[in-house]
């Protein structure tokens, strides 16, 4: 969970307001600007209820708007900073209400919020992507500058940036190394689960792996893909199924989406697999779900394993077997 008053925090706010109006990638561009204008009138109800609260979200987004825009921590922009820093010094309720609701000459706040819905994925983002932000605030005695005066919560800040460079360790270790087995993988999944990844980073992680291993050793990428797909189906068939998504819950339609992928997957399996070299027919189908069982492995143990095991029917035991790669495959 991203701390308060820190980056992290402010993009999450700000895309979870867009989602709640239906905003998309298939809006026309009429549609954006109306959703637009609503996300930022939802803010006068945070203005309204908390001040303070609100002038730290907005500093944020300012400060998040200079990242993409680098420019503006040119030193010969320091009238811009100067104005910033009267308007947040300001107490003045109206004055206030002016300037980020009514004068459209400005409109600070319109400009803040389109960076964020422009610059970050269509995704709930769990995750801050710090790499350009970091590299500017260790280059840029400016930025530091900046940030000092406009951030609300610094410290909290600079300790997500630490988290983020050994997270980024974590994820280099395991890009680079070299896994010969179901059991290596998981235990290099098990270790990079340690660093700061929010659930959904961490199973595109392990799906770009599978990617690698794929390219440099079919064979081992089908003996992990086998003993996934097994433990899918363990879990799956005798309802042992662990959901912990809501970082990829869809507010708007109310529905889980990984509980219908798991479905749609589990549903291939039963009806359209006779054997292994079904599996390999359908790699390209079963792409899009390496992710998700990547996200289910993160919850095997081998007292589960057999557990769920033993609580399956025969006839869903005959299934696993079909999932098993011969010889020939």
């Known amino acids: 969970m991203a701390y308060e008053n820190t980056l992290e925090y402010i993009v999450n706010k700000v895309w979870e307001r867009y989602r709640l109006y239906d905003g998309s990638e298939d809006n026309t561009m009429k549609e954006r600007q109306m959703i637009l204008r609503s996300v930022k009138l939802s803010f006068i109800l945070d203005f309204e209820h908390d001040l303070e609260q609100f002038k730290k ?113 974590l994820r280099d ?76 819950f869809n507010k708007i339609k109310m529905v889980d989406i990984d509980k219908n992928y798991y479905k749609e997957l589990y549903d291939f399996l039963t009806f359209d697999v006779n054997s292994f070299k079904d599996i390999l027919k359908e790699e390209e189908f079963l792409n899009d779900y390496r992710n998700l069982l990547v996200q289910c492995l993160m919850d095997y143990t081998p007292g589960k394993y057999d557990k769920y095991l033993s609580e399956m029917q025969d006839k869903e035991k005959e299934m696993l077997k079909k999932l098993e790669i011969t010889k020939k495959y």
């Open 57 to 169: 979200d907005a500093k944020l987004m300012a400060l998040e708007y200079f990242n993409y825009h680098q420019e503006l921590y040119d030193t010969d922009n320091d009238d811009t900073f100067d104005t910033l820093y009267d308007i947040f010094n300001s107490d003045s309720h109206d004055y206030l209400y002016i300037v980020f609701f009514k004068d459209k000459d400005r409109d600070y706040l319109t400009s803040w919020i389109k960076n964020i819905i422009d610059e970050h994925e269509f995704e709930y983002q769990d995750h801050y992507d710090y790499t350009d932000t970091l590299k500017l605030y260790e280059e840029n005695n400016n930025v530091r500058r900046v940030y000092t005066y406009l951030h609300p919560d610094i410290d909290a800040e600079l300790e997500n940036m630490q988290k983020f460079k050994q997270t980024v360790k």
């Open 173 to 248: 270790v395991f890009v680079r190394s070299e896994i010969t087995s179901p059991l290596e993988f998981y235990i290099y999944m098990r270790f990079i689960a340690n660093g700061t990844f929010s659930k959904d980073i961490l199973a595109s992680l392990g799906g770009y792996k599978l990617t690698l291993i794929k390219e440099k050793n079919p064979q081992v990428y089908n003996e992990i893909m086998s003993f996934m797909l097994k433990y899918f189906y363990i879990t799956y068939s005798t309802n042992n199924m662990y959901y912990d998504n809501t970082e990829r």
